[in-house]
């Protein structure tokens, strides 16, 4: 298959290309999505194969605007429908499946994850296609997901119908996987009331959890659950092994390093030569580290044999990017 490689500017020839049941990577404000067709079979079928990803593994779907999505789904319940509300970047939330839409794009749940892009560019996109588009993120399984389109390229090219090449993504990890738990049931009273609800995170993301209760005024829960089936999965692994240190020393100066050399002969096996070739900063602070993290780790890796990351401090604002870079380290 030929990828063809499409300005932003050329948003009609990509979205023919979804209405014709085909693949087109674009960009939202957390990563670049393969977009597909979530209600066609055959369409979706493309994206687990260009992927490569185990058919267990739910995909997200994306609607240009909450007016299209409460036309969609009519009996949101208030809870969900009020994070839906309030929370407008980097957010997905988990409903019950209605029947159009194919079992192939849940993975086989009878839930369905959905969320609306806080990009422009996105929710154009999407509302020029018409029609609700799964959208996983576009690199192939395993992989870091991709923030340039050049990154979704070195995954995809051949493996997709077209790329919509667009500027870095603003957010830079993906979105933040909720449920919205009515505490009382069968759910509570018919006006919105904060305390009848909890928000459960099932995949950490952009939005963290202090946000969450600050812009929807109810309580978060987070504790690693198996809910989320994508979390169970080898992810964002770069092509060299990242060894993640509480601290990896002054660069440069090879004494420094015994303790750093004793775990990777504990975990590879052997006993690498150090020469540190490049030292990158991640950022200032949370914000700035998820944006750069996995475009980082992918200009790491293209000349890299090993990448040695510090563990950021164990605080709210960096929980998301050290469970990334946990799951980066342990495959
Ligand atoms: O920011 C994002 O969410 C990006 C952009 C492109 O929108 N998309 C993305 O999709 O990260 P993906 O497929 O890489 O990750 C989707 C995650 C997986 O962990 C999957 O298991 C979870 O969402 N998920 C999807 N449907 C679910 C469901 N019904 N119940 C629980 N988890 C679900
Ligand atoms: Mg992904």
Redesign the pocket.
Known sequence: MKTLLLKESEIKKAADIIKQGGTVVFR???????GADATRETAVAKVFGA?N?PPV????I?FDSLKTLFKKFPDVDLGTRHVLNTVKS?L?V?LP?PEWIPLIT??G?E???I?V?DCKF?QKFIKKCGLPLA?????TSTRP?PTRWEDAHDDLNGRVDAILCGTQTQ?G???T?V?VIPLASPPCSKTFNKTDYTIQI??L??VNSDELTKLTGIKVLYHPTK???????KHYSPKCPLLLVDDAGTIGDYSQYNDLIKEFRTKYGRFPKIKIIRKTDLGKNGIEVAKNLFSKIRDLEKDADYIVCERFPDTVEYQTINERLQKASSN
């Open positions: 939202t404000e957390t990563v670049y999505g393969i992927k990803r593994n739910p995909l997200i994306h980097a997905t988990i499946r849940t993975g749940l839930t369905v994850a969320r892009p996105a959208a996983p993120s576009a690199n997901s957010i990890v993906e979105s996987v449920k099932l995949r993301g952009g809910e989320s089936p994508g979390t169970q999965f």
